[in-house]
């Protein structure tokens, strides 16, 4: 296998023979700009507005990070099992004054039934995409991807209407038939990217003890091995030789990361093998990630940026403990981290509650006062049954819910 710089210098080869080389790599953005120059599909661009910080990807090439007005493309897995995966961002984008739409009308990606030879095709998938990429390029906003399987496929399916006429033109006409363009996002950009250009804003937040912290990261496989050419690499982080997120968040947080043999194991997730075989999944995590992470790294918790990692890696540790393998090590999201570090409620903001694995020795080596948070959390759920309001991340979306129900955007009438 070519370690990063390895790649790299492929590449360069490849491209001073652009001309001659039958191998060479195409940037499907050029492409897309070209195929949006002839009236073929229309680019969402990155504007002013959105505040773009520039990286770079594993081959070297730039690509822009917008900031602000964003689109929140949610994942199904974490507003239904980690909830406090979305909240700790949003939390975030609140305290920055970040302008974002908590879309309540997005659709699911279908990617996970997809890849699990569950249902859907490469037509209805692309259009779903596109449908949903729509929904961000009508409200002026930029689509921000929260889960790695959703951003997977999503480079995917830009990658196929791109390079596919009859697939360009079937979606055309699904649009068209809908009353919507097809439209493809500039950047397809996964919210851990935003977390990694905002860390340093991140950790001036800091609250919390976090140099005796040690922490072990887990790359989602569909953020990196999906469309490697686009996950964000840097040379001051891993050697430029694995992916720059979330590594550096962690490091820019005050916590240590440390090595184990196995981090490019898959974390067991998978597609078809946790619907078919889902105790080679729960064994897969426990053996090949959770217990090196301990035996070899001694981490105090374990670090990903994707959904089905967060859920496999932390919700599988059962099936180890019923097997005498009791390791119980603390699974969280960057995000989650990070907002922890900041300071933010355990469990109103991170909602650690929703984790399998126990987080206690975790915030009281951070300086949590354990007890306190967890009756405070207790007080303000005997107070929400007794009818007080709750607290929100965000306005509620009253007059988009009633302007959106009817299709094509017609308003209901008052009775």
Known sequence: MLNADQIRDVLSERANARIYSDKKVHDVREEMWNLHEKGELVVIPIEQKNKPIEVETLFGWKKKIPTDYLWHHKSC???????GYPSSLLWFMN???????????????????????GTSNPIALAAVAVRNWYRAYETGTFPLIHCGTSFGDYKEMRKLLVENKEVRDKVRDIMHHMGKELVIPEEIVHYSE??????????SMVKMKMDGIT??????????KMVPEDAVYEKDTNGGQRPAPP????????????????????CGFGFRHILTEREFSRSFATLRKIKPMVEEAHADVAITTDTGCVTTLDK????GKSHGMDYM???????????????????????IHWHSSPTDKLLEKMGF?????????SNYIEELQKGKEPEMLYKPHDEMEKYFAVNKGHVIMDN
């Not at 004054?97 to 908590?102: A, D, E, I």
């Not at 968040?249 to 194991?265: M, P, R």
């Not at 599988?316 to 099936?319: D, E, L, N």
């Not at 006062?369 to 959390?377: G, H, Q």
């Open 215 to 224: 922490a072990t990261v887990h790359e989602p496989c569909h953020y990196y």
């Open 77 to 83: 897995g974490q507003c239904g099992n980690i909830p």
């Open 95 to 117: 305290q920055f004054k970040t302008n974002y739409l908590n879309e309540p009308h997005q659709t699911s990606c279908t990617a996970w039934n997809y890849h699990g030879s």
């Open 369 to 377: 006062d354990v007890a306190f948070y967890k009756k405070d959390f």
């Open 329 to 351: 090590l603390p699974v969280l999201s960057d995000v989650q981290f990070a907002a922890l570090a900041a300071g933010a409620h355990p469990y109103k903001i991170v909602q």
């Open 316 to 319: 599988s540790q059962w099936i």
């Open 194 to 203: 935003w977390v990694h250009v905002k860390r340093k804003e991140m950790a």
């Open 247 to 266: 590594t550096a968040v962690v490091q820019a947080l005050g916590a240590k990361v440390a090595d184990y043999s196995t981090w490019y194991d898959c």
